[in-house]
């Protein structure tokens, strides 16, 4: 995984700011290949209700502030029957 240890702490507290703290956040992506260079921090949050795009949004520009990096925020339900993408997102995600 191509984060540090700060980076991976200032997802968790910006998700639990807008998301609420049961709130979970999964890295998915390029950002999983230690191979690769560059390339954006893509992010599926998982919370109950489901954030909207406003804080999808806050997420987002929050953290493409403090980390200096591009970011896609998805969203989804803790629970539920997942749509085929989050399904991916979590099964080859890795949980922050």
């Known amino acids: 995984m191509r984060l540090t240890t700060d980076q991976i702490h200032a997802i968790q507290s910006v ?3 807008f998301a609420g703290e049961e709130a979970k956040a999964w890295l998915y992506g390029s950002r999983l290949d ?6 954006d921090v893509d992010l599926l949050v998982q919370s109950n209700p489901e954030i909207g795009l406003l804080q999808r949004a806050r997420i987002k520009n929050r953290l493409e502030l403090q980390l200096g990096l591009p970011v896609d925020v998805m969203s989804a339900a803790i629970e539920g029957n997942f749509p ?10 890795l949980r922050l």
């Open 15 to 17: 998700v639990h700011e």
């Open 34 to 39: 230690e191979s690769r260079r560059g390339g």
């Open 84 to 93: 085929p993408f989050v399904r991916i997102a979590m099964a080859q995600g």
